[in-house]
């Protein structure tokens, strides 16, 4: 299974983006989809997963309202709408996919993206 992110750029902060992760390969696998992100000098964190169908997401408290999580199965296709950005929300964002439960530990998950930058200007 791979997965490739895109979406990244520079903005200013209040600004938007929105992240795409495709998966491919074993792409008729059940998999509960999740976004982490990780900035320089910190530790991955997570922000965002959705089940494989979409009946439920989990958002980190510190993207909850300006973040949304969400996927489309027929296009084996997970995005995060990112709204009111801030300059912390700055990091690399990874989009990873988990055949067990959707969680908030980054251990949980299986598969893994390579990562795209986001950057938030103040």
């Known amino acids: 299974v791979q997965l490739q992110a895109s979406g990244g750029g520079l903005v200013q902060a209040g600004g938007s983006l929105r992240l795409s992760c495709v998966v491919s390969?074993?792409?008729?696998?059940?998999?509960?989809m999740g976004w982490f992100r990780q900035a320089p000098g910190k530790e991955r964190e997570f922000v965002a997963a959705?089940?494989?169908?979409?009946?439920?997401?989990l958002y980190a408290d510190s993207v909850k309202g300006r973040f949304t999580i969400s996927r489309d199965n027929a296009k084996n296709a997970l995005y995060l709408q990112m709204n009111s950005l801030k300059p912390e929300d700055t990091a690399v964002y990874y989009c990873?996919?988990?055949?067990?439960?959707?969680?908030?530990?980054?251990?949980?998950?299986?598969?893994w993206g390579q990562g795209t930058q986001v950057t938030v200007s103040s």
């Open positions: 390969g074993r792409t008729g696998g059940r998999y509960g």
């Open positions: 959705i089940t494989l169908t979409g009946s439920r997401t």
């Open positions: 990873a996919a988990t055949i067990s439960v959707i969680s908030t530990t980054a251990i949980e998950y299986n598969y």
